[in-house]
Antibody, heavy 120, light 110 residues
């Protein structure tokens, strides 16, 4: 049973960088079964796949965010991270860290989510 | 990457069946049998209810079923219950380790 917990600032100023970390417990991040993934949900709106990272290397991003986004992993710390540069109010959302089950391509574990507001 | 297309709302009376559609393209739904559905109650974390088009995780009632034809996937909720009132999101594998969500459907139990 995996447990994921997001952490980071709840308020970011426009044009600055949004940085979040997800701490994983309950299983090794070196598992071949998972992509470590971020999903976001603007207030009152739908879910959006943001991007993911694999422990053996490789990261894949939503094309609409690709130029501003970096997702990275540190298996020694059991963490993976998101950095989104040059944020605007449109990036205000609840950010969830989740597991994307490889070979079946569904999301099975979710963090509780963290609301990040972009505002001056 | 445009979102998969879902109707914004659906409704049914207790005991009835309701079907929610999710339309994509040959690059996502039509190209892979990796469609999943998530249920989200207000203020809660989404919950997986269907994966690989038709499979149900342990603990999900068999009132929930999924199907796919061409570029369109569907979720059917049979024997509607008050607790089924929630937002429902479809999701598909879109190649290159990407996922794509639908815009969501708000299901109301009348």
């Amino acid at each position: 049973q995996l447990h994921l917990q997001e952490s980071g600032p709840g308020l970011v100023k426009p044009s600055e960088t949004l940085s979040l970390t997800c701490t994983v417990s309950g299983d090794s991040m070196s598992s071949d079964y998972y992509f470590w993934t971020w999903v976001r949900q603007p207030p009152g709106k739908g879910l959006e796949w943001v991007g993911n990272v694999y422990h053996k290397g490789g990261a894949w991003y939503n094309t609409s965010l690709k130029s501003r986004l970096t997702v990275s992993i540190d298996t020694s710390m059991s963490q993976f991270s998101l950095r989104l540069r040059s944020v605007t109010a449109a990036d205000t959302a609840v950010y969830y860290c989740v597991t994307h089950r490889r070979f079946a391509d569904y999301i099975d574990y979710w963090g509780r989510g963290i609301l990040v507001t972009v505002s001056s | 990457q445009s979102a998969l297309t879902q109707p914004p709302s659906a409704s049914g009376s207790p005991g009835q069946s309701v079907t929610i559609s999710c339309t994509g393209t040959n690059s996502d739904i039509g190209g892979f049998n990796f469609v999943s559905w998530y249920q989200q109650h207000p203020g809660k974390v989404p919950k997986l209810i269907i994966y690989e088009v038709t499979k149900r995780p342990s603990g999900v009632p068999d009132r929930f079923s999924g199907s796919k034809s061409g570029n369109t996937a569907s979720l059917t909720v049979s024997g509607l219950q008050a607790e089924d009132e929630a937002d429902y999101y479809c999701n598909s594998y879109a190649g290159d380790n990407n996922l794509i969500f639908g815009g969501g459907t708000k299901l109301t139990v009348l």
